[in-house]
């Protein structure tokens, strides 16, 4: 389908410039991720307006080499030092406006300045970001056109899985940015009070940094391939402005630190992280007995170190409450892999936020199935790790690499199911529903190559409605649905 005749009718008209702000309206310091937002897309101004010199076509005659400096007051350029998550948040409208833009005033940092906490993961938060906004602009061209023209309804179940897939990847990566540690925590070897329950440093390619910097540039890759194709069909050529923007975004990832190179590096580290510990690490609660007796105190240790981990894991998936002052090292994978059982058996019990997804046959107990499937999955990846460990392939070997595509996405796995938990009791309401986590969780078996988990009714549909309402009603993609004042 083509509809060419009306989709000139559904591109945005140009709105009235809007007076830049000065630039003491963005406080020095730091004044929180909300207001931070808020004044930084006020500072941005309207990306439509030609004359804004920060508006999509002042960023496109600049290319990548001309970009314009960034103005005072620049979350986090202050003195006051925030919290990886809390700028990723502040900087967002940063990162939807243009991905080159972003990587130029925030994702690299000025010559001699020490990288700040969670720089590594600012590149994949702000490719996320850049295409929720396609996907947004993407999903009000279709439900014009559906009004029109029904043809264009084949395109809602195809944007819900995108929908659905794009909020799996800003779980993971919200996680990962919770997880980093503070201003002012004690690095290794520097002094300084200790987490109440530590978990051991990550080594390399063992950060969720390695998951996050191998998914994302991927899963985002191919969903740009995808909302390149709808708008194809839908009319919009390489001229429109819409087109220019997914081709701005593709010529810009490679620069960032967002694309396929980026993404096979960090595949590299985490095949090289897998055959170290391929098996599962021991329960605290049977830990191996001397002369029939417990260890004791190294028993106590252990299992007050995995208590501690659960707690902490529990807090991190509660997205709208302060991270947790987690260990300095960071939070592994391996760690938010072990967190499947839990997550996969406790969703049966977790509300489903309104869905009716309770149980007998409906949402909730396909998530349950699906989170089951994924944990036998997850076992038999063990067992496989260790095989080829015991056969001495390198993390060069294919069969190595392809282990680690597959772990990456069960920690996606993981990280779905345990925002969506957490989400279920005073989360927000969307997130707390089984619908978007099925989805997601569908997607991920099918690159599993596993059996889907059929559920009747289709999930998709609540997903999409869910996505038309975000776009008509000016609000993100993110996991928040943030209101946008552009």
């Known amino acids: 389908m083509a509809p060419t005749r009306l989709a000139a009718h559904l591109r945005p008209t140009a709105a009235p410039a809007v007076p830049m702000p000065p630039a003491s309206a963005a406080v020095e310091g730091w004044a929180g991720p909300v207001d931070g937002a808020a004044r930084l897309e006020v500072l941005l101004g309207d990306p ?22 960034p103005p005072a007051g620049l979350p986090g350029s202050g003195r006051g030092r925030p919290c990886a998550d809390g700028l990723a948040r502040a900087l967002r409208p940063l990162f939807c406006r243009d991905l080159a833009l972003a990587h130029a005033w925030s994702i690299r940092p000025p010559a001699g300045a020490p990288a700040p906490d969670g720089a590594g993961l600012l590149a994949p938060a702000a490719l996320l970001a850049s295409a929720g906004g396609i996907l947004r602009t993407t999903a009000r061209i279709v439900a014009g056109l559906s009004r029109h023209d029904p043809a264009a309804g084949q395109w809602h179940p195809v944007l819900a899985g995108l929908f659905a897939e794009l909020l799996a990847c800003e779980s993971l990566v919200a996680l990962a940015l919770r997880s980093c540690p503070r201003p002012g925590c004690p690095r290794p070897g520097r002094p300084g009070p200790r987490p109440a329950a530590p978990a051991a440093p990550a080594g390399e390619g063992e950060g ?28 919009f050529g390489a001229a429109s402005v819409e087109q220019r923007m997914l081709a701005r975004l593709a010529g810009s990832r490679e620069g960032a630190g967002a694309g396929w190179r980026a993404a096979r590096g960090a595949q590299a580290r985490l095949a090289r992280a897998l055959p ?40 991190l998936f509660r997205i709208t409450v302060r991270a947790p002052a987690l260990a300095c090292g960071g939070l592994t994978w391996r ?82 199911l345990g925002v969506r ?12 529903r089984s619908g978007w986590a099925l989805v997601a969780l569908g997607r991920i078996t099918e690159r599993l190559g596993l059996a889907p988990v059929h559920h009747a009714p289709d999930p998709r549909p609540g997903v999409w409605q869910e996505l038309a309402r975000r776009a008509d009603g000016g609000a993100d993609c993110d996991l928040y649905a943030t209101r946008l004042l552009w």
């Open 335 to 416: 760690a938010l892999a072990q967190s499947l059982p839990a997550t996969a058996t406790a969703t049966a019990c977790a509300g489903d936020g309104g869905d009716g997804g309770g149980g007998g046959g409906g949402e909730g107990e396909a998530l349950v199935r699906a989170g089951r499937r994924l944990l036998v999955e997850q076992r038999a990846l063990r067992a496989a790790s260790a095989a080829a460990h015991a056969a001495g392939a390198g993390p060069a070997d294919p069969a190595v690499r392809a282990l680690a595509d597959r772990q990456a996405l069960l920690v996606l796995a993981a990280a779905v």
């Open 421 to 432: 938990r957490a989400a279920a009791g005073d989360g927000p309401r969307f997130l707390g």
């Open 208 to 235: 969720l940094e390695a998951v996050v910097g191998y998914v994302v540039p991927q899963l985002a890759g191919e969903l740009l391939d995808d909302l390149e194709l709808v708008l194809n069909e839908c009319g």
């Open 276 to 315: 170290r510990r391929a098996g599962p690490h021991p329960d605290p609660a049977t830990a191996p007995a001397v002369g029939g007796a417990a260890v004791g105190p190294a028993a106590d240790a252990a299992a007050d170190a995995a208590a501690g981990v659960e707690a902490d894991l529990a807090a």
């Open 48 to 69: 439509r307006d030609p004359a804004n010199p920060y508006g999509r076509a002042a960023l496109w005659a600049a290319g990548y080499d001309a970009l314009p400096a």
